[in-house]
């Protein structure tokens, strides 16, 4: 079984994930700190070398490359990776999605003063644009878990729940649904 991990910044994707594997006993991959590893470059790097463009195709080939791997493991996608593309498709076709769902307040308490994370910058009425628009793109995850008020460990208990539910994940991937939290 493969697990990735999709919600806005800030939402706890890598810390859950963390927990997650353990919970689970599978490993663990971020998929920010995979493309760092792989191009040896930071995030805020790629972003002005390549531009966001540039970055969205490293992001979208890797995510690919990992989720056709046999082996199970959990992935954390990066804030905007089901966004761009047919990467949301690739996500569900391939893998068990669930959507860290929290307040747009919440994430942004948590993120405004992150230098690596360059969309940051846009100030925060621009990301909470970011947030809606992305919205709907986090909504096609096969499951969902409300995370406001909630630590890292009480999500992971519940996402490993949601996913031991006897028949869901079998109907989902046949029939492609859409959330079903
Ligand atoms: C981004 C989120 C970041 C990282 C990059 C772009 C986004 O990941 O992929 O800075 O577009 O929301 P996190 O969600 O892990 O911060």
């Not at 890598?14 to 594997?21: F, N």
């Amino acid at each position: 079984m493969k697990v990735t991990l999709i919600g806005f910044m800030g939402c706890g994707k890598s810390t859950v994930g963390k927990e997650l594997s353990k919970l689970l006993n599978l490993p663990f991959i971020d998929l920010d700190q995979e493309i760092v590893e792989r191009t040896g470059k930071s995030i805020s790097e790629l972003f002005k070398i390549l531009r966001e463009e540039g970055f969205r195709e490293i992001e979208s080939s890797t995510l690919k490359e990992l989720l056709l791997k046999e082996e199970s493991f959990i992935i954390s996608a990066g804030g905007g990776t089901p966004a761009y593309g047919k990467n949301i498709k690739v996500i569900n076709a391939l893998s068990e999605s669930v959507f860290l769902k929290t307040d747009f307040e919440t994430l942004w308490e948590r993120i405004c003063r992150d230098p690596n994370r360059p969309l940051v910058k846009l100030g925060k009425e621009k990301v909470r644009e970011l947030y809606f628009k992305r919205l709907p793109y986090y909504q096609r995850a096969k499951f969902t878990v409300e995370c406001d008020g909630k630590s890292p460990e009480e999500i992971a208990r519940e996402v490993a729940i949601k996913l031991s539910l006897p028949g869901r994940s079998g109907r989902a991937t046949q029939k492609g649904q859409g959330d079903r939290t």
